[in-house]
C-alpha cells in the first residue's frame, strides 16, 4: 500500500524465516505472507540458522519454497551461487544510482565468501548492500555465531576476510539478535561502511510487524532511517530508531601500492 508514496524500490529479507527448519507448515505460512510482495515489490532473502540445518548445511524446505525458480523470471534478479538459492544477488536503481544487494546465508563458509567477491567485483559500478543473518549485535560485530560449526564465519570474520576488501560495499545489515545496533567502519580504500543490526522478534506479538526504512538522499549526502508498525500504525521516535546517517553515495577507488 505504501509502494509508491514512499518510493519503495526494495524490501530486504534478514532471516529466521521460520522457527523450525523442517515443519513444513511454518513454510507454507512464510510462503503466503511472502507472496502479498511478488509482483508489487522487489524483494530478496537469506536463510538464517532457523532455516537450515547449519552443521549439514540442508536448506531443502528454504529452496523448496523460495527457489531460485521463483524469482529467475524477475528483471532485477541477478543470480546464485550453485544450484541453490541460499547465496544470490538482486538489483535495484533509485536516486540515479545503480544497487546490488547481496544475499548470504547464515555464517558463510569460505567458499560463500569468495563468491561473495567475485560477484561484487563483477559489479564494481553499483553500490552493494550485503544483507545476512548475523553479522553485528548491538555493540559491534559478532564474533560467536560461527562457533561449534565447521568452515562457517562471524561478522568479524566476514569483514576481515571479505567486506573491508570490497570499496564497494557501503552497506551490511543483518538481525539474529534482539535488538539494534549501528557501527560505522572504514575499508582497506578508505571508504565508510556502515553495519547495522535490525531485530524485532523478541517483542510482543513476534515484533508486532516493526520495520526498518532506509530512505536514501544523495543529494543531501543523507540516509534517513525510520521505523514503523503497519500493525500499530505507528512509528517508533527513540534515537535508535528515528535518526539520519550522512553517507556520499560514491565508491571510493581502491588504494594504490
Not at 571510493?252 to 601500492?257: D, E, L, M, V, Y
Request: hydrophobic share 35%; charged share 20%.
Amino acid at each position: 500500500e505504501r509502494r509508491k508514496a514512499d518510493n519503495i524500490k526494495f524490501a530486504i529479507h534478514l532471516g529466521d524465516i521460520v522457527q523450525t527448519p523442517s515443519i513444513e507448515s511454518e513454510w507454507k505460512n512464510a510462503d503466503r505472507a511472502m507472496k502479498i510482495l511478488d509482483g508489487v515489490v522487489p524483494y530478496s532473502m537469506a536463510p538464517g540458522n532457523h532455516d537450515m540445518n547449519v552443521s549439514t548445511r540442508d536448506s531443502s524446505l528454504y529452496n523448496k519454497y523460495f527457489p531460485t525458480g521463483r524469482f529467475k523470471e524477475e528483471k532485477w534478479y541477478g543470480g546464485h551461487m550453485g544450484q541453490s538459492n541460499d547465496n544470490n544477488f538482486c538489483f535495484f536503481n533509485a536516486c540515479g544510482k545503480k544497487f546490488m544487494v547481496l544475499n548470504l546465508e547464515f555464517a558463510p563458509p569460505d567458499e560463500v565468501l569468495k563468491w561473495a567477491a567475485k560477484v561484487t567485483q563483477q559489479y564494481s559500478e553499483h553500490l552493494v548492500i550485503v544483507a545476512t543473518h548475523c553479522y553485528m549485535r548491538n555493540e559491534g560485530r559478532d564474533t560467536g555465531c560461527a562457533n561449534g560449526y565447521e568452515t562457517a564465519n562471524s561478522g568479524e570474520q566476514m569483514w576481515q576476510k571479505f567486506i573491508r576488501k570490497q570499496p564497494n560495499i557501503f552497506l551490511v545489515v543483518s538481525g539474529h539478535v534482539l535488538g539494534v545496533g549501528l557501527q560505522t567502519s572504514t575499508n582497506d580504500a578508505g571508504g565508510k561502511v556502515l553495519e547495522m543490526l535490525t531485530d524485532y522478534q523478541g517483542l510482543a506479538n513476534g515484533g508486532d510487524g516493526w520495520l526498518r526504512s532506509l530512505k536514501f538522499i544523495p543529494g543531501e549526502n543523507k540516509i534517513n532511517v525510520t521505523t514503523y508498525s503497519p500493525l500499530l500504525d505507528q512509528y517508533n521516535e527513540a534515537p535508535g530508531e528515528t535518526f539520519s546517517l550522512d553517507y556520499e553515495f560514491t565508491i571510493p577507488q581502491p588504494n594504490s601500492g
